[in-house]
């Protein structure tokens, strides 16, 4: 039987990786904001990002978060347990117009 969690969040990293200038991101929603290219990386980063995803293990049943390899390798070397999840190769299409739709350029999402 598959086991269903109302108790989730989905802590986008971008909100932690990155400094946006105000003027590029104020009418964007969250997947937009993932195509910017002028913007900074915070210099408090990853640490920041773990910090969170700690504190909010203690409130949330799941806390979903980045899986890019160095975030893996971060949470690793804080002794953070996480399981990655990805999607079935069934599903590239749909994936591909998500980062097309966003504004991503073909350079962000080659396979």
């Known amino acids: 039987m598959q086991q269903k969690y109302s108790n989730v969040i989905d802590l986008e990293s971008s909100d932690f990786k990155w400094i946006y200038s105000t003027q590029d991101i104020q009418n964007m929603d969250k997947e937009q904001r993932k195509a910017v290219s002028n913007r900074i990386q915070n210099p408090t980063w990853p640490l920041n990002y773990v910090k969170e995803i700690v504190q909010k293990s203690h409130e ?16 690793k070397e804080y002794g953070c347990n996480y399981m990655a999840c990805f ?3 069934e599903c590239k299409a749909d994936f ?8 991503n350029n073909e350079n962000k999402f080659k396979f």
């Open 60 to 75: 949330y049943d799941i806390v979903l978060v980045s899986q890019d390899k160095d975030m893996r390798d971060c949470l």
């Open 87 to 89: 999607p079935r190769k």
């Open 96 to 103: 591909i117009q998500r980062y097309i739709t966003r504004g």
